[in-house]
Structures are given as structure tokens and as C-alpha cells.
């Protein structure tokens, strides 16, 4: 019921396009045409709801790969689902952004790193600025969680954010892998020392 609620107060426009991912829209759906599985649609807001736990049990659900994208990573619960996955045979890769990773005082990525998750640096923009965790984008039950929400204990416990979690379009899905990759290719791979953190 709460989740319903909150769809029904988003503005109108934001609401249609969400409503449009979880429905196929298409003119020939349901004349013949081949189903599309529906997507679903979860939205949270920090600090109200449990943000982190539900990345947490999306990272737990990950059978098979986990990309991410962060411009900070200081939260020690993401980190330890991360290489918990690691472990049960999960492949896990981890961009995030090189400022941050330089200057963030206690950030995650040297534990990453010593877990044997690769780590690569985006240098080339101003900030590499994307909060973004993809759970098996090659499979029908893949997961997409994006939004403002870095992975820090701030963005749960002190900052106003917003996630959204999709599951089950194989196109957004898609589409985010690919960007993930593009951003892979220029990213640099993480040293294996950092003044601050190591």
C-alpha cells in the first residue's frame, strides 16, 4: 500500500514514465505480438526509507555478476555484501571516481581491491558523478539501482535521496551495461596503494 501511495504523489509526468516501464505500451501488444516481460518498478527516498537495506538485498540476490558505478564509496555494509558475493563465486567489478577515491577519507575500494574486485578509476571527467549497481543485467530477472543515493552513510542516514530499482528490462538493463563497459574502457585500473586509505 505505501508503495502505491508513494507513486500516486509523484508528479504526474514522473509517474507516466514509471507507470510505462512496468506496462508494455506497445500499439500491437496483445494481438499476437510475443509478451514482454513486465518490469518492476521500486522507489525509495533516504532518509525515510531503507535505502541501503534495499541495495543490500539486491546485491544478496546476485547470482551471477554485479557491476558498479559510484562517486563515493564509503559505506562498510555495501563493501562487505560486495565481497561477501565475491566469495560465493559472484563476479563483481567496481568503477568509481579517481578525485573521490583519492580524497574520500574512508573509503571502501582498498577492501574491494584486497578482495580481488577489480577496481578502475575514472579520470577523464570532471566527476564521474554516477551512483548506479547492476545485479546479472544478462539475465530476465536482472537488476538496475540508480538514483542520487551514493554509497555512503550520509546518503542513508543525513541526506535527502532518491533510488529507483528496476527489475526486469532487458533493455534498460541492456542499456546500462553497455554504458557501464564504454565507461570501463577509459577508466584506469586502480593502483594498488592510495595515501589515504591503505
Same mark, same amino acid.
Given at each position: 500500500?505505501?508503495?502505491?501511495?508513494?507513486?500516486? $504523489?509523484? *508528479?504526474?509526468? $514522473?509517474?507516466?514514465?514509471?507507470?510505462? $516501464?512496468?506496462?508494455?505500451?506497445? *500499439?500491437?501488444?496483445?494481438? &499476437?505480438?510475443?509478451? %514482454?516481460? =513486465?518490469?518492476? %518498478?521500486? %522507489?525509495?527516498? /533516504?532518509?525515510?526509507?531503507?535505502?541501503? &537495506? /534495499?541495495?543490500?538485498?539486491?546485491?544478496?540476490? /546476485?547470482? =551471477?555478476?554485479?557491476?558498479?558505478?559510484?562517486?563515493?564509496?564509503t559505506s562498510r555494509a555495501l563493501?562487505?555484501? !560486495?565481497v561477501e558475493a565475491r566469495g560465493?563465486?559472484v563476479a563483481v567489478a567496481v568503477? @568509481?571516481?579517481?578525485?573521490?577515491?583519492?580524497?574520500?577519507?574512508?573509503?571502501?575500494?582498498? !577492501? !574491494? @581491491?584486497?578482495?580481488?574486485?577489480?577496481?578502475?578509476?575514472?579520470?577523464?571527467? /570532471? @566527476?564521474?558523478?554516477?551512483?548506479?549497481?547492476?545485479?546479472?543485467?544478462?539475465?530476465?530477472? &536482472?537488476?538496475?539501482?540508480? &538514483?542520487?543515493?551514493?554509497?555512503?552513510?550520509?546518503?542513508?542516514?543525513?541526506?535527502?535521496?532518491?533510488?529507483?530499482? $528496476?527489475?526486469? #528490462?532487458?533493455? %534498460?538493463?541492456?542499456?546500462?551495461? #553497455?554504458?557501464?563497459?564504454?565507461?570501463?574502457?577509459? @577508466?584506469?585500473?586502480? *593502483?594498488?596503494?592510495?595515501?589515504?586509505? #591503505?
Amino acid at each position: 500500500m505505501m508503495r502505491w501511495r508513494r507513486l500516486l $504523489l509523484l *508528479p504526474p509526468l $514522473l509517474a507516466t514514465a514509471l507507470a510505462a $516501464l512496468a506496462f508494455d505500451a506497445r *500499439p500491437d501488444a496483445g494481438r &499476437g505480438a510475443a509478451p %514482454v516481460a =513486465r518490469a518492476a %518498478v521500486e %522507489v525509495r527516498f /533516504a532518509p525515510w526509507d531503507d535505502v541501503e &537495506g /534495499a541495495i543490500l538485498q539486491v546485491i544478496r540476490e /546476485a547470482r =551471477r555478476e554485479i557491476y558498479v558505478q559510484a562517486f563515493l564509496f564509503t559505506s562498510r555494509a555495501l563493501a562487505r555484501a !560486495l565481497v561477501e558475493a565475491r566469495g560465493r563465486g559472484v563476479a563483481v567489478a567496481v568503477l @568509481a571516481d579517481a578525485g573521490q577515491a583519492e580524497r574520500a577519507e574512508n573509503s571502501q575500494l582498498p !577492501l !574491494l @581491491a584486497a578482495a580481488d574486485i577489480p577496481v578502475a578509476l575514472e579520470t577523464r571527467y /570532471a @566527476a564521474a558523478h554516477n551512483k548506479v549497481i547492476l545485479a546479472d543485467p544478462d539475465e530476465a530477472d &536482472g537488476v538496475v539501482v540508480t &538514483g542520487s543515493y551514493n554509497f555512503t552513510y550520509s546518503a542513508q542516514a543525513r541526506n535527502a535521496e532518491n533510488v529507483v530499482i $528496476l527489475r526486469g #528490462d532487458a533493455r %534498460v538493463l541492456r542499456a546500462y551495461r #553497455d554504458n557501464w563497459w564504454r565507461h570501463r574502457l577509459e @577508466a584506469q585500473p586502480r *593502483p594498488r596503494t592510495t595515501k589515504a586509505t #591503505d
